[in-house]
């Protein structure tokens, strides 16, 4: 973790320097930016609406999931949350960077048709990709700060703008 230094360059592309490891994702959605920006999640939130409805098929103790079982929405937190991913290719990342997006493995691996070397497939694999409206809740999580409680007391909760950037 010692080489986490990030540059963003051209539309999508992440590298760290100085370490000689990229992650370079590709074919990754940009209609979650036409979603109304939502304040004030929790895990909560991302777990009855993402986790439960697209992720635990296969991330159930023997399932298909390479490891990661996220029975419940504090179990999913404490796995995610400024957690090294596993994946050879993104050990230098977080599964959730809070306030980072573009640098969240998860992220990542919803959002891109290949989330980076060694990072694997798009998740849910074999499903369909998870709506604009879900990628844009699990962005807009993060981008706040991944935060394990909802916040009810956010002064700009329910406004409506474009998010500031599109990777």
């Known amino acids: ?5 990030i540059a963003l360059l051209g539309v999508f592309s992440v590298v760290a320097a100085p370490c000689a490891i990229a992650i370079t994702p590709s074919g990754c959605d ?5 979603e109304p920006i939502r304040f004030g999640i929790g895990i909560n939130e991302v777990f ?4 439960t409805a697209k992720c635990a098929t296969c991330h159930t103790p023997g399932g298909s999931s390479g490891g990661m079982n996220l029975p419940d929405a504090a179990t999913t937190f404490t796995r995610w949350v400024n957690v090294v991913p596993n ?4 050990s230098d990342t977080l599964r959730i960077k809070p306030l980072d997006p573009a640098l969240s493995f998860v992220f ?3 959002n891109c048709t290949t989330p980076g070397v060694g990072a694997g497939s798009r998740m849910p ?3 369909p990709a998870l709506t604009a409206s879900e990628q844009a809740l699990m962005y807009d999580w993060i981008q706040q700060g991944a935060p394990q409680a909802t916040n009810t007391d956010i002064i700009m909760k329910g406004r409506f703008e474009d998010r500031p950037f599109a990777f």
């Open 1 to 5: 973790m010692n080489c986490l230094r």
């Open 108 to 110: 990542l691996k919803i």
């Open 87 to 90: 994946n050879g290719g993104a």
């Open 30 to 34: 940009t209609a979650y930016l036409n």
């Open 125 to 127: 694999l074999g499903r």
């Open 48 to 51: 009855n609406t993402i986790v």
